[in-house]
């Protein structure tokens, strides 16, 4: 089995707080990705995720997304999905996520 690799890093933009996930988020990732995501998440107002470095998007990983667009509603913070490119970008939409998040195709369209 190949190993899988998952990076993180965080930064600021317009107000924003920017997680930035790199690599893939499936299933042998998203437990590692929702504790990071909840750390950074506790400690912000507004928070969008860089999916700009992300290669794959697995249904794991969109339950990651979906649990912290309802906490953000739930605690009456913002919440954005910023930058997916291809095949993330394909599952985001074939899976309707735009329903429960706005998506932003760069960090330049946060309000």
Known sequence: MAEETIAFQTGERSG???FGIQGRLDRLT???AGEKADE???ATRKLAV???GLEYLSSAGIRVLL???KQAKAE???FALVAPKS???T?????RMDMFVTIYQSEDELP
């Open 40 to 42: 950074v998440f506790r």
């Open 30 to 32: 998203s437990q590692e």
């Open 76 to 78: 009456g913070k913002e």
């Open 50 to 52: 860089d999916m700009s």
């Open 87 to 89: 095949m993330v970008k």
């Open 16 to 18: 924003w707080t920017l």
């Open 67 to 69: 649990r912290l667009a």
């Open 91 to 95: 599952v985001l939409i074939e899976s």
